[in-house]
């Protein structure tokens, strides 16, 4: 298991995540490039989930973690509640 500060969650799950796999990255002196090309993905797709412009999807979270060689709980931030995270918008009903 990784070694991570206890931090309360700000914004999506998903934004979280992707600032976990930015640490990991930063610990392990790797470029969001060389992660890109283990997934095989583009640089620009793998930037759109890291910066929050896309979502993470759960099977992108499980090969970004076997890309990096942690289990995908490692990624999630810790001390998280149902009330920590922010609801999507709700589809406006027709009335």
Do not use: H
């Given at each position: 298991?990784?070694?991570?500060t ?87 009903s027709?009335?």
């Open positions: 298991m990784t070694n991570r206890p931090r309360r969650l700000k914004g999506s799950l998903s934004d979280a995540v992707a600032e976990e796999i930015r640490v990991l990255l930063t610990r392990r002196l790797m470029t969001q490039r060389e992660l890109a090309d283990k997934l095989g993905m583009s640089l620009q797709a793998l930037n759109y989930r890291l910066t929050g412009t896309q979502e993470l999807g759960v099977n992108e979270v499980a090969a970004i973690a076997k890309a990096l060689g942690v289990d995908p709980l490692d990624l999630m931030p810790t001390e998280i509640t149902a009330a920590d995270i922010e609801p999507e918008s709700a589809p406006a027709a009335a």
